[in-house]
């Protein structure tokens, strides 16, 4: 839709909103058009240097006469400011008025000046008319989000194999127990053997992170060869699910497959730019990638051509572009849009509060409240993880005006880690760090959570896995360990460490240090203290000393603590001078002490690796000048 033809008719502008340097419009803003008539137009929406561009609503005047009946009209007088009729209307007449009203002519996407895209009567991922029972259905379950609006009647009780794929997939995004997940394999697994090829990179993505089951060992496994294999073989056989993951996993790289960006991005421009796409998909990929490497107007233009082409869950990603380039009102507007059209995630709208929560009157504050505890409640129940993790978040650390409920919390960031939000493992374990609560989460859960959070790809839990990977081991991780992530942790550390048994450092009065093996973590401060003949141990977690240790160390998550005998004074033992000079405050330390870890959580943790030791015995002789002797 553009202006009238016969631009003479334009006869004046007038412009409110936001502007560029020159002065022209640009960003949001209102824009009517005066004709030499009685017709009228205003634009109420975005302009990019003057240009109509991106969402916007178009209105034309319409007249019409309005019949009132003889009280109405007299009522339209004149009122005071009580609100009292002083003077009645009481001219004679035909009790009728002419009446200018705008009405809206298009609601959608603008694209230089030009109307090019309705979004009336539009939805995001709209299942009710869509047949699953051929092979057209695969593009739509492209998009796993869409997948989980999908309404599980249409998808159960089907022998059709693409229906029945469809039933795999469904289970697969929405659920995560164990006998969905056997369900989900078991499925894939018949209908790849049919010849639906977007079965086998279903089941390299659950091998990949450790959801396929075997069924003769009785256990979920991870094998990631077997992963790329099956990528390879969908591909071969022409899956675009295998195409775009592939190349995802090229542009991030994994533990298999080594990073090229740029080959990346041009096969997802190459097929973006195809007149027949096989999938707009392509195209948010290319806008992903875009954003990721700072190419802001291009990935607005991918994003938009997503929206353009009828697909609609990329207007998130756009909106939260302009909230980072400090555009909130473009932000809310296409938030806005984006719930009308059905897209879940959209209804995280009110997290641009956050920063400015202190400062907001109660009265905003309870309205916002209000607002995100009914969208994103709606927005879980429509399958999206991002709001799973926000409502999460605001339980779990008290936000936008929830009340803390650890419980809650740790449910809605269950549902985030399901539907694949997974930095909800973090907010998790965070928590976890914080409240130290086994009602919370239990050290098992812990141990567990923190091993699923490395294999969705958050690999800073690959220090705490490695070190305490015995107890994986003893888990049943033992393989994977030794396949997967002790490779990858070497070539994070190309010091390449060497392990040892779990060791700690003990420190005699004579200045004389040994190592001795004790698996610390597993011990009380009780048997701790039989390690230097000691009942009882005092630890000191910090001081400037073990301090500057830890710093020259560059130990991560964890630093140098140390623990004496509790009874040194009262048994009359020797002046321990280096423990002395490593407790850094003035107090003398008798009898020997231990060298150890400690994490955050203040537990005791040994070394396992020779080099740690080799550093730390190292510092500690130049801190007491040359003091320490190996026994």
């Not at 137009?41 to 302009?47: A, C, D, N, T, V």
């Not at 939805?123 to 695969?138: C, G, M, P, R, T």
């Not at 992170?209 to 071969?236: H, N, W």
């Not at 800073?460 to 490779?487: A, S």
């Amino acid at each position: 839709m553009k202006l009238p033809e016969n631009m003479s008719k334009i006869v004046g502008k007038k412009y409110t909103g936001q502007k560029d340097d020159e002065g022209r419009p640009h960003g949001h803003g209102t824009m009517e058009y005066l004709t030499s008539g009685d017709k009228k137009y205003k634009y109420e929406g975005h302009f990019e240097h003057g240009v109509r561009s991106g969402y916007g609503v178009w209105h034309e005047t319409i007249r019409f006469i309005r019949e009132y009946e003889p009280w109405e009209w007299a009522q339209m007088g004149d009122y005071d400011s009580a609100g009292r009729l002083i003077r009645p209307n009481t001219k004679p007449g035909p009790y009728r008025e002419v009446i200018d009203s705008w009405d809206e002519k298009f609601r959608g996407w603008w694209k230089n000046d030009d109307a090019v895209h309705s979004l009336k009567h539009k939805k995001y991922a709209n299942w009710q008319s869509v047949h699953l029972e051929d092979e057209k259905i695969l593009n739509d379950l492209l998009d796993f989000k869409a997948i989980r609006m999908l309404p599980k009647p249409m998808v159960m009780n089907s022998d059709n194999p693409y229906a029945r794929y469809a039933y795999g997939v469904w289970l697969w995004t929405c659920y995560k127990d164990s006998e969905s997940l056997k369900t989900a394999f078991k499925i894939f697994e018949e209908v790849a053997g049919k010849g639906i090829a977007d079965a086998l990179q279903m089941m390299s993505r659950m091998y990949f992170i450790g959801e396929a089951y075997d069924e003769k060992a009785g256990k979920f496994v991870m094998d990631r060869k077997l992963s790329q294999e099956l990528t390879a073989q969908a591909m071969e056989k022409g899956s675009i699910l295998a195409r775009l993951r592939y190349n995802k996993d090229l542009f991030f790289g994994t533990t298999e497959l080594v990073a090229d960006t740029e080959t990346a991005v041009a096969e997802a421009q190459r097929e973006s730019s195809a007149i027949f796409s096989e999938s707009i998909l392509w195209t948010e990929q290319l806008g992903l990638f875009y954003e990721i490497e700072g190419e802001r107007e291009k990935a607005i233009k991918a994003y938009e051509k997503c929206i353009i082409n009828g697909y609609y869950a990329p207007i998130y990603d756009l909106a939260l572009m302009y909230l980072e380039d400090g555009d909130e009102g473009y932000y809310q507007t296409l938030m806005k849009v984006g719930m009308d059209l059905g897209v879940p995630d959209c209804r995280i709208l009110g997290i641009e509060n956050e920063y400015r929560w202190e400062s907001l009157s109660g009265d905003e504050r309870l309205d916002i409240y209000r607002q995100m505890k009914r969208n994103l409640t709606e927005g879980i129940a429509l399958g999206s993880g991002v709001c799973a993790y926000t409502l999460a978040d605001a339980l779990l650390n008290g936000k936008f005006g929830y009340d803390m409920d650890l419980r809650m919390g740790r449910e809605y960031a269950d549902i985030a880690l399901t539907y694949g939000y997974t930095a909800a493992a973090n907010l998790v374990i965070e928590a976890a760090e914080a409240l130290d609560d086994p009602e919370f989460i239990s050290d098992d859960e812990l141990l567990k959570l923190r091993y699923d959070a490395l294999r969705y790809g958050i690999e800073e839990q690959l220090d705490y896995v490695i070190r305490n990977k015995d107890t994986y081991i003893e888990m049943g991780y033992g393989d994977e360990i030794e396949k997967v992530w002790m490779p990858l942790w070497k070539k994070n550390h190309p010091e390449a460490k060497t392990q040892i048994s779990p060791s700690v450092i003990i420190i005699q009065p004579s200045g004389v240090a040994s190592v001795v093996e004790a698996d610390v973590f597993c011990m009380s401060y009780r048997e701790m203290s039989q390690l230097i003949d000691a009942e009882g141990l005092d630890a000191v977690h910090f001081s400037g000393p073990l301090n500057r240790i830890t710093e020259a160390c560059r130990f991560r998550g964890y630093q140098i603590a140390m623990y004496a005998d509790r009874n040194g004074y009262a048994k009359d033992l020797a002046d321990n001078a280096i423990g002395t000079i490593l407790y850094g405050a003035g107090a003398e330390i008798r009898g020997a002490v231990i060298i150890a870890l400690e994490d955050n959580k203040y537990d005791t943790h040994s070394f396992h690796f020779k080099e740690d030791l080799e550093s730390v015995l190292s510092e500690i002789s130049i801190i007491s000048g040359n003091l320490l002797r190996m026994d």
